[in-house]
């Protein structure tokens, strides 16, 4: 085994670790039963690429849907250019604020999200530097917390950062059952139900009998009190 391949797994088990046992694990935090590991595709030198980081001529505010559909403001940097099997790609690079120092994330998908992978996207950070020139490692693509428990508010990717290839590296989806398709999909799964409409009175339906009974309470104009939980 490659020293690359062996430093892989060494982390892959750190995390786990991590995962099942640490108090700000989000499985420990929220008790979501029944880790037995995080999943992952085979290690693949293919999705380790060169890549040359393209800055803005001014950072700029941006806005990244949430699963909570908010908004989490981050700023823009620039782009990543690489190429996955000679396919020219880019994704776009985003700073989280204080406290992450020279620390930027990218959120993507790909075509294996909603299926293999986390449908609404997986992360990868880079630490800057002077040349701009970094070795972008897709076999350590991780998913947002938010793919193990609804506990956890996360950032989407933008449009501009769903690639139009198979990344068949890095982390794989938890569960075939918290797998939604898109962002979309996540955000909606997390709002509260809309009111169906009213049920109307069918004309075809038959007249009761008349009875005595009670006089009705007349509705009030302002509506039911909603119900408690």
């Known amino acids: 085994m490659d020293q690359y391949t062996q430093d892989l797994k060494t ?26 590991g995080l999943h992952y595709f085979p290690i693949s030198t293919r999705y380790l690429v060169r890549a040359q980081l393209k800055r803005a001529s001014v950072p700029s505010e941006a806005f990244l849907r949430t699963n909570r559909d908010g908004q989490a403001v981050v700023r823009y940097l620039g782009e990543l250019h690489f190429a996955i099997s000679g396919r020219k790609l880019h994704l776009r690079v985003f700073h989280a604020g204080e406290g992450v ?8 998908r790909d075509s294996t999200s909603g299926r293999e ?92 009998p008349s009875r005595a009974a009670a006089p009705r309470r007349k509705p009030s104009s302002k509506g039911r009190r909603p119900t408690k939980r």
């Open 11 to 36: 982390e892959r088990e750190m995390k786990d670790r991590f995962m099942a046992h640490h108090t700000e694990s989000p499985f420990v935090a929220d008790g979501v039963a029944g880790f037995e």
């Open 101 to 108: 120092g020279r620390n930027v994330f990218v959120p993507f």
């Open 117 to 208: 992978t986390y449908g609404p996207g997986r992360y990868l950070t880079l630490e800057l530097n002077e040349d701009d020139v970094y070795e972008v490692d897709f076999n350590r693509a991780f998913n947002p917390y938010c793919a193990y428990t609804d506990a956890y508010e996360c950032s989407f990717p933008p449009a501009e950062n769903d690639l139009p290839v198979a990344v068949e590296a890095g982390e794989r989806v938890w569960s075939v059952d918290r797998n939604p398709r898109s962002p979309s999909s996540a955000v909606m799964a997390l709002l509260p139900p809309r009111p169906g409409p009213k049920a109307s009175p069918s004309s075809k339906a038959k007249p009761r």
